[in-house]
């Protein structure tokens, strides 16, 4: 029997025994999180990548900045969510999502989308699932190098994002998303992204989880291809979840 | 369990329902014979014949979609007699620009295979085709490599010191490793050149839909073309036809062969002169089979 492993687990379940036994604040605030990854396909090689995020959670909004960098461009990406409609069992809201790629070589896209979004939300107050939809259209500009001046077009399209997750446990919880764009690569109409993913709250302020991504090619015509899968792991950070020692 | 019974008797009527779509929808997260197995190697193929590389006409149709030749009216005998009648800039050769069957299956490809002799026998010129989205329904690949020349969607043959290079984007996208070989053959050929395909890459259309899905495969594309002298790009897949100046290079969208009620049905002649550096596009187009057939020329220049 390989030693190895077990004692890697005992050492997991020895550092989340401090954080089993704590009180979870709820997770609103700041939000910091680190992200890398890999990108890669059957003759495509691995393609490293890596991001950090930065996120305001309140009530009835979001707001969240993000930055990556890979092999040919660097990506940045702004979301605001605004849900002024919230009941027990679903919200309505707005979403806008703005993405800037700059390419390595020279070029650029920018895509400037609006969402309607609506969230439902079933099963146990403690372990629910909860489903969120954004349909709405998106802006691309693509500027691309040609005879040493650097020209551009523009497209529009329709865009949606639906995830649904489901709590396993107080700290952990899996989902399911299929999108039309993730939020460093927005493919043309209709090229989805489909992942999975889980992550789990170590900590009252550390939140670590992994996702893997299937990118296809048109799938409006029916021919759609696999051509990229993404390998993600993550650590979201909640400072405002730091539990303040108290005053004697 | 008693709610399990309803929901898989409803899996299975859909899943019924969807396997007997005609474009084989049960092959929707892929299919058999991706791009990746098509254009695993750039493929040289035998140049046609033609009397003289400086000055020569080929002629192209798209998306003939056979199996649907019986709703839409299919200009043939108008086409072959604008081949055999042509007095000057004769058509040496024929492209074809993918979508040769409406989905995929054998009987299609039967039709096409006889068009394609019919066509041989009255004027005497070879073709060359690329393989479209329609072509790969219900597996259709296998019957595609078997059939049509020349058997593979992924190759290139020189006229003089000019490339046609064809590439294979039949899923929507070409896919890092054909790219990547298209970029190495590319960058390692002097001569001017002129690419052929299925999919657009933007053509104008502002409707984001019809074209290649990855922008960033685009990108890489229009960045290739921008460093390697290409002249023009042609596809087809959009059937109203489109056009795209990138100032490097143009892009041609070229109308599908069938005629609809509210579409002529359209095929081309392209000139290409070496010595005067350009490259002559006449389009003919036919609405039904009681009207003329009504011809126009639009002229772009090539680089030096």
């Known amino acids: 029997m390989k030693k190895t492993p077990v004692l890697l687990g005992f050492a997991l379940l020895l550092s989340l025994y ?3 036994a704590e009180d979870l604040p709820a997770l609103m605030g700041t939000r910091l999180s680190l992200s890398s990854g ?9 393609k490293p990548y890596g991001l950090f995020e930065a996120g305001y959670d309140a009530k009835k909004w979001t707001v969240q ?3 990556s960098l890979d092999a040919i461009s660097a990506n940045y990406s702004a979301n605001l969510y605004f849900e002024p409609i919230q009941t027990r069992f679903f919200t309505l809201g707005l979403r806008s999502f703005n993405h800037f790629c700059q390419y390595l070589s020279s070029g650029y896209e920018t895509d400037i989308s609006g969402y309607l979004s609506l969230g439902l939300q079933a099963g146990r107050a403690r372990r629910p699932l909860r489903c969120r939809l954004d349909l709405g259209v998106n802006q691309k500009q693509s500027g691309y190098e040609a005879s040493g001046q650097i020209d551009s077009f ?6 949606f994002s639906f995830l649904a997750r489901q709590s396993l446990t107080e700290r952990g919880q899996v989902y399911f998303a299929c999108s039309s764009f993730d939020d460093y690569y927005v493919p043309l ?3 989805p992204i489909f992942s999975v993913g889980a992550d789990y709250r170590v900590r009252s302020e550390l939140r670590l989880g992994a996702k893997v991504s299937v990118r296809y090619s048109d799938m409006a015509t029916l021919t759609a291809h696999a051509d990229g899968l993404k390998l993600q792991i993550f650590a979201d950070f909640f400072p405002s979840a730091i539990k303040k020692p108290k005053k004697a | 369990m008693k709610a399990l019974l309803p929901a898989a008797l409803a899996m299975s009527l859909g899943f019924a329902a969807l396997s007997s779509c005609d474009f084989g929808i049960y092959e929707l997260f892929g299919r058999p014979n991706d791009v990746i197995t098509r254009a695993a190697s750039l493929t040289e193929v035998a140049a046609p014949s033609v009397a003289n590389t400086q000055r020569y006409t080929f002629a192209i149709i798209t998306d003939p979609h056979f199996g649907m030749s019986s709703v839409y009216y299919f200009p043939e005998s108008e086409f072959f007699n604008s081949v055999t009648e042509a007095s000057a800039d004769k058509p040496e050769f024929l492209l074809v620009l993918g979508d040769v069957t409406n989905t995929g299956v054998k009987a299609e490809y039967q039709d096409f295979a006889d068009f394609a002799q ?8 070879p073709y060359y085709a690329v393989a479209g989205n329609h072509d790969l329904y219900n597996d259709g690949w296998t019957t595609w490599a078997q059939t049509v020349n020349p058997g593979t969607s992924f190759y290139r043959f020189a006229l003089g010191r000019r490339s046609f290079y064809f590439l294979d984007t039949g899923n929507g996208t070409l896919g890092d490793p054909q790219l990547e070989k298209l970029s190495a053959e590319m960058n390692a050929d002097a001569n001017r050149k002129l690419v052929f395909t299925h999919y657009p890459l933007f053509g104008g259309i502002s409707f984001s839909y019809f074209k290649l899905t990855n922008s960033r495969e685009r990108k890489a594309l229009i960045d290739l073309f921008n460093a390697n002298s290409v002249d023009m790009y042609f596809a087809g897949h959009w059937h109203d036809g489109a056009f795209y100046d990138y100032s490097c290079f143009k892009e041609e969208v070229l109308s599908a062969f069938y005629a609809t009620k509210s579409r002529p049905g359209r095929w081309f002649f392209a000139t290409v002169d070496e010595g005067s550096h350009t490259l002559s596009l006449k389009t003919y187009a036919v609405e039904s089979a009681s009207g003329g057939t009504a011809v126009s020329t639009q002229e772009f220049s090539l680089k030096n």
């Open chain 1, 18 to 20: 401090p954080a089993m």
């Open chain 1, 38 to 46: 890999m990108e890669t396909g059957v003759g495509m090689g691995r």
């Open chain 1, 65 to 67: 900045l993000g930055a």
């Open chain 1, 154 to 159: 523009t497209e529009y399209y329709p865009s």
């Open chain 1, 189 to 191: 109409f209709l090229a």
């Open chain 2, 118 to 125: 019919r066509f041989t026998e009255a004027c005497g010129i």
